[in-house]
C-alpha cells in the first residue's frame, strides 16, 4: 500500500503520541510497582563496631549516621550507614525489650548516592516527590525513596532493590554492628 502524504499526516503524531504514553506507563511501572521484595538476609561476617547505646534512642525515629568499613575485593571502605529505632519489629532488625532497631547502608542501590534519612515525612513530599505517613531514607540524585517500615525495600523512584541491611547485636546496653547484607549492593552487584 502506497502512503499519501495526507496518510503521514495523522500516522506520524499518532505513532509519537502512542510512542509517547508507552514510555510514560513504562517509567511509572518502573517508579511505582517494578521493586524488590525484603526477605531473611545473608550476613557477611564483619568486624564488631559499637554504634550506639539503647538508651541512646531513646524514641522511635530517633537515629544515629554511622560508618561500617567492609572489604570490597582487596579494600577496605567505609559503608556510610544509618541505625534506626522503629516502631515495629524488621526482618534483619534487631528487638531489645520494647525497642526494635534497623541498620542499614546508606548507599542508593540505583548509581550509590548517599541516601538521607528524612525525619519528616511532610517535607518528605516536597523535597522527595513521595508520600508517606512516617520518615523515610531519601535519595537525594533521583529521588528515590526507601521505607524503614518494610526493612529498607525501594518504595518509589529508579531503585529497584532495597538497601542492604547490617547486622547488630546488643550487650549490656550497647548497640553493636558485627555484619553486613550480601551482596552488599551496589557494590557488590547481584
Ligand atoms: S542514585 Fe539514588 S535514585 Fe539514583
Given at each position: ?82 541505625l534506626v529505632r522503629v ?6 532488625g534487631l528487638?531489645v525489650?520494647?525497642a526494635h532497631f534497623l541498620a ?64 547488630l ?6 548497640l ?15
Open positions: 500500500m502506497k502512503l499519501t502524504r495526507r496518510d503521514l499526516i495523522w500516522i506520524l503524531p499518532s505513532t509519537a503520541t502512542a510512542g509517547f504514553f508507552g514510555w510514560f506507563a513504562l517509567r511509572a511501572y518502573n517508579i511505582q510497582l517494578r521493586k524488590a521484595g525484603v526477605g531473611v538476609p545473608q550476613w557477611k561476617e564483619g568486624p564488631r563496631l559499637e554504634v550506639a547505646r539503647v538508651s541512646a534512642l531513646a524514641h522511635p525515629w530517633d537515629f544515629r549516621y554511622f560508618k561500617y568499613p567492609v572489604k570490597i575485593g582487596a579494600t577496605t571502605q567505609q559503608l556510610e550507614a544509618v516502631p515495629q519489629p524488621q526482618v534483619g528487638t525489650g520494647e542499614l547502608s546508606r548507599i542508593c542501590t540505583h548509581q550509590g548516592c548517599t541516601v538521607r534519612y528524612v525525619p519528616d515525612p511532610e517535607v518528605g513530599s516536597i523535597a522527595y516527590n513521595y508520600r508517606s505517613d512516617h520518615p523515610f531514607l531519601g535519595c537525594p540524585c533521583h529521588f528515590g525513596a526507601y521505607d524503614p517500615l518494610q526493612a529498607g525495600k525501594a518504595v518509589y523512584g529508579p531503585p529497584r532493590y532495597p538497601l542492604p541491611r547490617l547486622r547485636a546488643e550487650e549490656a546496653g550497647m553493636y554492628v558485627t555484619g553486613y547484607e550480601t551482596p552488599l549492593r551496589p557494590a557488590e552487584g547481584g
